[in-house]
């Protein structure tokens, strides 16, 4: 799901009296820190949505840049944990409301019924017109990524008997963890109505009857069971 580039940029001039001519390839992986610039610049030029991807791992690593060096600008705890807090409200509102429907076209809620009781609701962009595969793909990396971080982050503060910002990681990890499980859902769900209308219409065309039924019935329970 990405753009490559050519796997060799010179080939050398024919040598009549020596070997034939060598295809000099880039290394596999950034070896300077031009390399790794480039790397990231491409990675925002092929992104249908630059601004929204730029916003969702901007706020995630302040998040965790302001937690893990807080201690070294300032003594004051209320106001380290009261800016961790407000860079962590932004990431996830910004992840569920603008991220998530601009790079996967994908949302979630939760909504309160007429008798109390709440369900939760999940939104899809037509899936004949996928995401950018590097949207998608960076969408996905920063959505299990980042709560694995916080995770490392609680067990060093529990091993070092540091738990004065534990609550902090709790609450972020509450937060990341949320939109990771509401998002695999809402693509869970996506895939499943996609799978749904498939059955319901294309792939049966031309079978009516009873052989129709079967069809239909074969190909919700094993694309229902594929993705869950």
Known sequence: ?????????????????SAPSKIHRPPPFATTQSDAESGIAGIFKQSAHPSA????????????????????????????TLVVVVLLAMDFWNCRNVAGRTLVGLRFWNQVDEDGESYWVFES???????????????????YAFPA?????????IVRFSFTFVPIVILALVFNVTNAVGFT???????????????????TMG???LGGQLLTSVVKNSVGKLFG
């Not at 990405?2 to 009296?17: A, V």
């Not at 971080?149 to 503060?157: K, N, Y």
């Not at 859902?185 to 792939?203: E, H, I, L, P, T």
Request: proline residues 5%.
């Open 1 to 17: 799901m990405s753009n490559h580039e050519p796997l060799f940029n010179t080939i050398e001039p024919d040598d009549h009296e």
């Open 53 to 80: 991807l730029f916003c969702l791992y901007l706020f995630r690593i302040a998040a965790i840049a302001v937690y893990i060096l807080c201690g070294l600008f300032t003594d004051n705890y209320v106001l380290s």
């Open 125 to 143: 962009k037509d899936p004949s017109r996928p995401a950018n595969p590097v949207d998608s793909r960076m969408f996905w990396i920063a959505l």
């Open 149 to 157: 971080f916080w995770l490392l982050l609680l067990v060093i503060s």
């Open 185 to 203: 859902y809402a693509d869970r769900d996506a895939k499943q109505r996609w799978a749904n209308s498939v059955s319901g219409s294309g792939w």
């Open 207 to 209: 079978v009516g009857g």
